[in-house]
Every structure is written in structure tokens, then in C-alpha cells.
């Protein structure tokens, strides 16, 4: 039985999908004028897991992520750029893809942006200003009118009173109240605009976000998801507008817009919130040039998604060292389901080829050792506790490190299987393992060594191997010779990327 804590009860709750079988999730996605950083691949990775596993319980998701193509940051970089507005958008667009596809993030079934929903943005803002939560201001922008909605601050715990009276931000004249947000901007000289019945302008950002996901998913639907930061003041925006201007919808739960909120924690640096005012930030593709895609993945899962994930280099060392246990213990797996694991998880996300793959897992796990199925979908239910899942991929990999070979095949394809859901542990054992090194020897030469290492102990020079082998070694590689006279290899963890 899934649990999720929601942010709305502050609470764990049953999850109970609005519809038998289905699941709308909408999640907030990135603003595009710059690279991704490790705070948007947190939000990335945790709710792709959540969405690998919503469908590996069965239920016929639709997984809905937005682009924020147009806001104040995006046309101010392009002005500095001397470039369009578009081009900057569509060149982070595709980053943003890049590092997605990097760090196996399947892409969500929609995928709508801010500049091509203008009617739908128009149209709610009209229902607002109709229904008496919003008005036009003195200066021509519209507003929403925060007193109007009785509901305001109950996401966040915020109560209007305390607000008002914490407000130091001068009242803008055009305002009515300085708690007030807007909705639709006038256009300025020389900024991009759309036609509306105020005027041309562009929207606000919050109003963006209600507009994309009651288009995609309807008035009311099951997840809505994003980093912590968004809770306030922009997911608390989002429920006055779209309860605004949709209604309260009838339902079991008595929830409006929303019956589950879900917020993942921040991502730290020193025990600071990461952020580009700090100047403590990192993007993704300067993480990547460290470490190996599926060793950030692993990092990112080895907190629960509402707790702080502190960054550090000794940190996705660590990681890396305990992904090496899992691919040292399948070391030797059959290839032939590894190879259809890399299909089914890898084929650039052909939608028939990645249903085959989950009826293909689902296969394997039927099969697999109950107790270790069992505990992972315990850890994974209760709030998709992705740290004790992990727990219980390693108690399989010592397992598997004992059993006999009649019961290895079975349990390295539970092992593939169950890390499969959380995105990893689908890659060759050898394809990881032998990765990475830096400046540090290439596989090339690591093999050569290794070939005259075996010259060397076929005539008995003893010295002249173990000399090849302590090379090797402070090189970062280690050696294990095998039954019938191979030898494997693999990089030694704490060696630079």
C-alpha cells in the first residue's frame, strides 16, 4: 500500500488515485536561460523514480513536466547575449535534454512551455478577473487578488495577517494590496509580447503553471511535485489561481486542484542551501566531468527526496565506491538478460520498447527471491524511501557474492530488475567498472600490462609480475585473477574522473 507524505496534511497518506488506475502527476520544471545545476537534477532523478515506480505499480501514469520558456531571467540573458529570446530558450532546452538523457531520466509523457500556452494562460486569467480574483492594475498589469481566496497560506502553513504585517517591500501603486501577485505583464519597449484583451504583454510566472497543468491533466488531479523552494510563494500561488478560477472540484479526498503535494529537499553545500546567489552552485555537466552519470543518480536516491542532500566531492566518492559493490557482484551475470535490460532501458525511449521492458522485468522480479521483491516495494511504498530500497539491493549483491552458480542467475537478474526501478545498475559491470581514470592509464595499455603480466608468470618471472602489478596498482588498478587463468579489472575507487 503507497504512502506519500503530503505537504497540503503534513501527513503520510494512502494513495488513492483519483481515477482507478491512473495517475496524472504534474511536476515544475526548469526555467531555461542557463545550464542545469545539481538542485534541478535532484528534482529530475526523484521524480522520474517516482514515476518508474507509480507504472511498476501498474498504474497508467501521465507524467506531465513544464518549461519555463519566457520570464524576466530569460529576457534579460538574451539582451545581455545580443541574441533572441528563442535561441537562448532552445539552446538550454536541449542542455537540459542532454543532462536528462545522461543521467537516465526518462522523458515525462508531455512536456508543454510557457510561449506556446498563451490561450490557455489568457483564457484563466480571464475566468479570474470575471469571478472577482483579479482586477488590472493602474500601471495596466493584471493582478490577483490574494484577500479574495480564503484558502491562502494553507500549503505552506502562512497566514495572510502575519504576511501583511512582515511585508517591508514599498506598496506598488499599482496594487491594491502588496501581497498581491500579477498575472499578466505590459509589454516594455524592445521585450518580447503577446496580444490579449489588456494589452500586448507577457504572463507572470506563476500563472503559467496553472494554465500548463489543468490544460494537461484537467481541474483536479492526483501529484503535483517540485523542489521545496517552490512551496511558497509559488505553489501557494498556484492553488489560489487555479481553485480561482476552476472551482472547488467535488471529490473524495476534499481536496481542491491537488490531492497530493510533494516537495523535494534542498541540496546543500557546507550546510548552505545551494544557490547562484551564493555563488555555491554546481551544474550538472561540471559534476559529469568528475564522476560518472549513474554515481550522481546513486547520490542523488541515497537520501530520502524530502531530506537535505549535501554535496561534496567526498560524498559522490562514497557513492561511487557502493555502486562498485553492486556491479562487483554482477560481475559475471548473463549477459543475454543484460543485454535486454540495456534495450529496454536505453532504447531513446521508444514508448512499445519500454512497456515490453517493464512486462520484462516484472517477469524477472516474479521470480526473484520474494523476501528481497518484498522489501523494496516495503521501502518504496512508505513514501518512496529510496535509501532503505538501496539497503536492500546490497543485502541481494552479498548474496549474491556467496550463492552457488545455480542461484546466481536468479538473483543477479533480481538485483538488475529491482535497480532497474531506480534507474541504475543497467549498464555493463566491466562498462563501469573499468571507466573513468583520468590521465591515468587508458584500457588499452591496462590490457597490454596485463598480457605480459601472464607472459611473465608463464616463465616463472615471478618478479617481473608482481613489478606489472604493483604499476598497475599505482595507477588505480586492481587485478583479480579468475578461475581458468583470466584476469579482470577494475579502477580503484578515490581516483580522480
Known sequence: MLKIYNTLTRSKQEFKPRIAGKVGMYVCGMTVYDYCHI????????????????????????????????????????????????????????????????????????????????????????????KGFAYVGGNGDVFYAVSSFDGYGKLSGKNIADLQAGERVEVDAAKRDPLDFVLWKSAKPGEPSWPSPWGDGRPGWHIECSAMST???????????????????????????????????????????????????????????????????????????????????????SSHYRSPLNYSDEHLQEARTALSRLYTALRGAPEV????????????????AATDAQKDIDTVLRGAREEYEKRFNDAMDDDFNTPVALSVLFDLARELNKADEHAKPELAAALRALGGLLGILQASPDEFLQS??????????????????????????????????????????????????????????????
Not at 553545500?269 to 552552485?281: D, I, P, R, Y
Not at 543484460?338 to 521508444?350: G, T, V, Y
Not at 583520468?438 to 607472459?455: F, P, T, V
Request: hydrophobic content about 40%.
Open 39 to 130: 538542485g534541478h537534477a535532484r528534482v529530475m532523478v526523484v521524480f522520474d523514480t517516482v514515476a518508474r515506480y507509480l507504472r511498476h505499480l501498474g498504474y497508467d501514469l501521465t507524467y506531465v513536466r513544464n518549461v519555463t520558456d519566457i520570464d524576466d531571467k530569460i529576457i534579460q540573458r538574451a539582451q545581455v547575449n545580443g541574441e533572441p529570446f528563442t535561441a537562448l530558450t532552445a539552446r538550454f532546452i536541449e542542455a537540459m535534454h542532454e543532462d536528462e538523457r545522461a543521467l537516465a531520466v526518462l522523458p515525462p509523457d508531455l512536456e508543454p512551455r510557457a510561449t506556446e500556452s498563451m490561450h490557455s494562460i489568457i483564457h484563466m486569467i480571464e475566468q479570474l478577473l470575471s
Open 436 to 497: 573513468g581514470g583520468g590521465d591515468s592509464l587508458g584500457a588499452e595499455r591496462i590490457e597490454q600490462l596485463i598480457a605480459a603480466r601472464k607472459s611473465a608468470k608463464a616463465e616463472k618471472n615471478w618478479a617481473l609480475a608482481d613489478n606489472i602489478r604493483d604499476e598497475l596498482k599505482a595507477n588505480g588498478v586492481l587485478l583479480e585473477d579468475i578461475a581458468g587463468g583470466a584476469t579482470i579489472w577494475r579502477r580503484e575507487q578515490g581516483v580522480s574522473l
Open 215 to 301: 490544460c494537461c491533466l484537467g481541474a483536479h488531479f492526483d501529484i503535483h511535485g517540485g523542489g521545496m523552494d517552490l512551496q511558497f510563494p509559488h505553489h501557494e500561488n498556484e492553488i489560489a489561481q487555479s481553485v480561482g478560477a476552476c472551482g472547488w472540484p467535488e471529490n473524495d479526498s476534499g481536496q481542491p486542484f491537488v490531492n497530493y503535494w510533494m516537495h523535494n529537499g534542498f541540496v546543500r553545500v557546507n550546510e548552505e542551501k545551494m544557490s547562484k546567489s551564493l555563488g555555491n552552485f554546481f551544474t550538472v555537466r561540471e559534476v559529469l566531468r568528475q564522476f560518472q552519470p549513474e554515481v550522481v543518480r546513486f547520490f542523488i536516491l
Open 337 to 352: 538478460y543484460l543485454q535486454r535490460c540495456i534495450e529496454a532501458m536505453d532504447d531513446s525511449f521508444n514508448t512499445p
